[in-house]
């Protein structure tokens, strides 16, 4: 189980960054790359909030692995 920990610890932050990148997108405030089909598009600023509330769930998860 400990091997597990970095994983799931790199994993959760990619999903973070992924997520804020989407909701930055989403809501018109990341205009990057400038032909995003996300951009100003509500729909992916959401999914990008689930996003980032997994890759913080799963950071969660992995810090209580390393405390067993």
């Avoid at 091997?3 to 990341?30: D, E, N, S």
């Avoid at 400038?34 to 598009?41: D, G, H, K, N, P």
């Avoid at 980032?52 to 810090?63: D, K, M, Q």
């Amino acid at each position: 189980m400990a091997r597990l920990q970095p994983i799931l610890i790199v994993i959760g932050v990619l999903a973070t960054l992924m997520g804020l990148l989407w909701i930055g997108q989403g809501l018109g405030y990341v205009h990057w790359p400038a032909s995003s089909f996300m951009l100003e598009q509500r729909a992916w600023a959401d999914r990008g909030a689930a996003l980032a509330v997994i890759g913080l769930a799963l950071i969660l998860a992995a810090r209580r692995i390393g405390r067993r």
